[in-house]
């Protein structure tokens, strides 16, 4: 499978505790980004990488939230000290440039 | 600000019936436009898009799209929908002109009846 996968697929934690999420996109998309989708609702923004670079940054995407991209390659995006409201599903994608392909998403569940 | 619109939170048809599903976007450019399916469980897969030229775009299993400038809509068609086609539509634009950031519509449940 050459699609973009995304390991955990499914993660509970309790509150207070620190998750970190990867994302693996398709080889050689230099594009990455980040979604969060919450239930009955379409995927938002959270942040985009152009190889290592990250090139924007959702105001969703509080001070908790951190996201890396170190070699281009697979990113990962760190939530410390979770809340129940980070409870959702954590949606990556790729591109090669104007298509975005999606993973098929972590989901959180913050007790 | 840019935004999409999808009026209809649920929508369920007989199986073999049409279908039409209602997208409204606002943005000032020209719109880079989608159409994404999201079924139980899974991920967004991407339906068809719409950049420039034809307005009416063909997608994958029997989907097509209008984009219609002066309406502001990309409205959604199958002429005859198949129980397998149970699932979430999402209407999307994107918002720079290499779509760089994707801004999606909440989203239309479809049910079929058998």
């Known amino acids: 499978d050459t699609g973009v996968s995304q390991n955990p697929r499914h993660k509970i934690t309790k509150r207070g505790q620190n998750v970190t999420f990867r994302c693996d996109p398709i080889?050689?998309?230099?594009?990455l980004y980040w979604y969060r989708q919450t239930l009955g609702q379409g995927p938002e923004f959270l942040t985009y990488?152009?190889?290592?670079?990250?090139?924007?940054k959702s105001r969703l995407l509080s001070d908790r939230f951190s996201a890396e991209r170190p070699k281009g390659s697979f990113s990962t995006l760190e939530i410390q000290r979770t809340e129940q409201g980070d409870s959702a599903m954590y949606l990556c994608?790729?591109?090669?440039?104007?298509?975005?392909?999606f993973g098929p998403g972590t989901r959180l569940t913050v007790l | 600000a840019q935004s999409v619109t999808q009026p209809d939170i649920h929508i369920t048809v007989s199986e073999g019936a049409s279908l039409e599903l209602r997208c409204n976007y606002s943005?000032?450019?020209?719109?880079?436009l989608f159409w994404y399916v999201q079924s139980p469980g899974q991920g967004l897969q991407l339906l068809l898009k719409?950049?420039?030229?034809?307005?009416l775009v063909q997608g994958i299993k029997g989907f097509e799209a209008e984009f219609k400038r002066s309406q502001s809509s990309f409205n959604l068609r199958k002429p005859s929908v198949h129980w397998s086609d149970a699932a979430e539509y999402f209407c999307?634009?994107?918002?720079?002109?290499?779509?760089?950031?994707?801004?999606f519509g909440s989203g239309t449940r479809l049910s079929i009846r058998p």
């Open positions: 943005y000032g450019a020209t719109p880079y």
């Open positions: 990488f152009q190889n290592e670079a990250q090139l924007e």
């Open positions: 994608a790729s591109s090669p440039g104007d298509t975005q392909y």
């Open positions: 080889s050689e998309h230099n594009r």
């Open positions: 999307a634009v994107g918002v720079e002109s290499s779509a760089s950031k994707i801004i």
């Open positions: 719409y950049f420039s030229g034809d307005t």
